[in-house]
Structure formats: structure tokens, C-alpha cells
């Protein structure tokens, strides 16, 4: 199963919509945690480039925002990044790990376009400027 988060920013008390909605990024059958890494993203009133998870857990644990998840579901913090974690699998046996989309789109050849916007970061997680679900 595939499942997209979102960050959720300031939400209305009366209407209960967000002043900005952000794609976290995606986890699909049973590969690692892909982030997605906004271009125009706007962190303390300036530009901010998310470049890798480290970049993410420092704009997640601000009080003001809600992790959700597509369906619905709202995600505390800690147990948010204690997932992602846990999909950075490696087998013991046989030393083999999940896969992130990028290490995916590279190894295939598919899509050149895509794999060119995509990256790992410095901890070895898969990250794309691209919007993807």
C-alpha cells in the first residue's frame, strides 16, 4: 500500500483549513520513505531549500504544523520520523536494503527526466523537486 503526507501549516480553528499545505512526501509498497523537496518553499519568512531529512524535521517540529496523511489521518511528530525510519530497511541475512525511488529511476533508466530531479541525501534518503504521489 501506498501512502502521501502533507504538512499542514496554521490551521483555521473555524474552518479548520491550513494557511499552507506542503507534500511531505510519499512511502509506496513497502519501499523507503521518498521526500519531496519544494522549490518555493517559505520557512521563518524566507526561502528555504529542503534538501534532505534533516531540512524536514527542522520544518516539522515547528508547533504550528499538523502532519497528515492522504487519508486523513493526523501524525504527531515523533512518531512521523520514528516511521520514516523504520522504512529504511536492511536485511541482516543477506545485507539487502529497500529501495528509494531514485536508486529505482537509476538503476531502470527510467524516465532520465525524473531521475535527473531526483537525489539522495548525506543519510541516504531518496529526494525528488519533482511533485509525485
Known sequence: MSCAYFMLEDICPTCSHPAKEVHIG?????????????????????????????????????????IKDENGEIHKYDDFIKYIESTKWVDEKTGRKRKGFHQYCMENRLDQEIANRTWIDKQGWSFSSQWFR
Open 26 to 66: 510519499s512511502v509506496w509498497y513497502g519501499w523507503e520513505f521518498h521526500f519531496y523537496s519544494p522549490s518555493d518553499f517559505i520557512y521563518e519568512n524566507k526561502y528555504f531549500d529542503i534538501m534532505s531529512f534533516e531540512d524536514w524535521k527542522k520544518v516539522l517540529k515547528n508547533p504550528k504544523v499538523t
